[in-house]
Every structure is written in structure tokens, then in C-alpha cells.
Nanobody, 120 residues
Framework: QVQLVESGGGLVQAGGSLRLSCAAS????????MDWYRQAPGTQRELVAT???????HYADSVKGRFTISRDYARNTVYLQMNSLKPEDTGVYYC??????????????WGQGTQVTVSS
């Protein structure tokens, strides 16, 4: 069993900041990429940011320059620092971990989601 525990969501005014965290625990033995997705009401889930096992990062165009993804390898934790937040950043943010509990096959593991609401 793999558990992902997210924290850090909340309500913030436009221009403010939030920091999300997601800690992976349980039987996971290898982690490749760690990602953050978000989903606004009535829309599809979209990839916000990715960090690979080698530390390479990728961001959606809409958050470049405002969001920073980072990773604590020792604690199997991924963070998303969100600055200059806009109302359109509102949504449920999900952590996704691509990893393995043994062997060569990789699986996706999802967190429960944390609500981020940005007021104008």
C-alpha cells in the first residue's frame, strides 16, 4: 500500500502565496516523477508541474514564473510553492507519484486532493 498525504491548501486573496506539500509513504520503493495536477469545477484535470528523479522540472505555461516545484528525496515529499496567485488558480490540487513497490513496473499513485481558493 502506498499513501500520499497532502497539505497546505486554503483560501487566499489574489496576489498571495500558498505552499502545498505531499508526502509518500508505505511500500513504495522507487519514485520516478512527482507531479501536481489541478482540477477546477467543470474542467478536466490538468498537469501543473512535474519534477523528475533527476530534478528536472516542467511547468504549465499558465504557472511559469509563479509556481515552483521541489522535492525532498530523503522524505519522499514534493512541494509546490505558489506565488502571485490568481483567481483562475482556484481548484482542487492533486499530488501524483510515479513509482514502484518492487520490480520494474511503474504505477501512478494519487493523493486525496487539497482545495485552493483564490479570491479576487
Amino acid at each position: 500500500q502506498v499513501q500520499l498525504v497532502e497539505s497546505g491548501g486554503g483560501l487566499v486573496q489574489a496576489g498571495g502565496s500558498l505552499r502545498l506539500s505531499c508526502a509518500a509513504s508505505g511500500s513504495i520503493t522507487r519514485i520516478n516523477a512527482m507531479d501536481w495536477y489541478r482540477q477546477a469545477p467543470g474542467t478536466q484535470r490538468e498537469l501543473v508541474a512535474t519534477i523528475t528523479s533527476g530534478g528536472s522540472t516542467h511547468y504549465a505555461d499558465s504557472v511559469k514564473g509563479r509556481f515552483t516545484i521541489s522535492r525532498d528525496y530523503a522524505r519522499n515529499t514534493v512541494y509546490l510553492q505558489m506565488n502571485s496567485l490568481k483567481p483562475e488558480d482556484t481548484g482542487v490540487y492533486y499530488c501524483n507519484v510515479v513509482g514502484s513497490t518492487g520490480g520494474i513496473n511503474l504505477s501512478n499513485y494519487w493523493g486525496q486532493g487539497t482545495q485552493v481558493t483564490v479570491s479576487s
